[in-house]
């Protein structure tokens, strides 16, 4: 059934979604910046503050170095706040443009789903769940089949077409412009989603503020290894690259108590046994104090 709602809802009509427009909108604003000189800034560290960087990695797309005083791995040039705003307007996730990926993702989806949702029904009871990087809702569309109360948040319009579709409540922005109330969800999820945080700290600090009284937040994220390297680090659009100490580090920095934290198996090997062993993620689950 589940199958059906997603032929039903990433088919054709998102296949072509205004792809060209979408992309001609991000270069008449890269452009626009370019021309001002600037397309890139330069930061400090996400988790510590301070600006000594060791420098590993230049490409076009960035710079990546490793924080002098801390040791984290963050982007310590990349591109305007602006430019990459507007690269998550037009983001568009690989399932809705490839038919192939979407095909494999119909037998990967329910396990992945309900194995998240497993993890966080471990430490919580069924509540109201935030999906921050909601993509095309499907976390959400299993929780709701569990009885959870879902919402979703994204920068991507294509992507607030989608939850639109599936009848769940979105809201297309930035975590920090959005007016919560305070301790609306018991629980926010976030997958995927924290290291493309512009301010990591701030988000955090924002959902925080959003979470019921002990409520969890669960996060995964890729889990920074040598062969970020060969894969430009996921440049322009991953900006602070986690180990599972950086990861501690911002948790307990903004408020949050760690009771899980782990490395993760990469999603496939759901799937495929090829991938077995490949621990390419970290999965966190954090507790508000
Ligand atoms: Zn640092």
Known sequence: MIENLMEKYYGDKLYDYNLPRAEAELQTIIDFEEKKGELFVSISC?????????????????????????????????????????????????????????????????????????????????????????????????????????????????????????????????????????????????????????????ELRVLRHVLAEDGLLYIVVPRWQEYFVEKNYDLPQHLTHYTLESLDMIMNFTGFEVLLLENAECSRTLIDDEFKGIYNNIRCVARKK
Not at 127 to 138: F, H, Q, R, V, Y
Request: include cysteine.
């Open 46 to 202: 996400p988790i510590c503050y301070e600006k000594p960087v060791f420098s590993v990695h230049k490409s076009r797309a960035g710079c990546v170095g490793q924080c002098l005083c801390c040791g984290t791995i963050y982007n310590y040039i990349r591109l305007s706040d602006l430019v990459t705003s507007a690269w998550y307007e037009n983001f568009l996730p690989g399932f809705l443009i490839n038919p192939k990926i979407r095909k494999d993702d119909w037998v990967r989806r329910p396990l992945l789903n309900n194995y998240d949702l497993d993890v966080i029904e471990s430490y919580t009871d069924v509540g109201n769940l935030l999906d921050i990087g909601a993509c095309g809702g499907d976390l959400l569309v299993y929780a709701r089949e569990r009885g959870w109360v879902v919402a979703g948040q994204d920068l991507s319009k294509p992507c607030m077409y989608v939850l639109k579709e599936l009848d769940i409540p979105a809201v297309l922005g930035h975590v920090h412009s959005t007016m919560y109330q305070e301790a609306s969800f018991s629980v926010i999820s976030m997958r995927h989603t924290l290291e493309h945080f512009m301010y990591p700290q701030t």
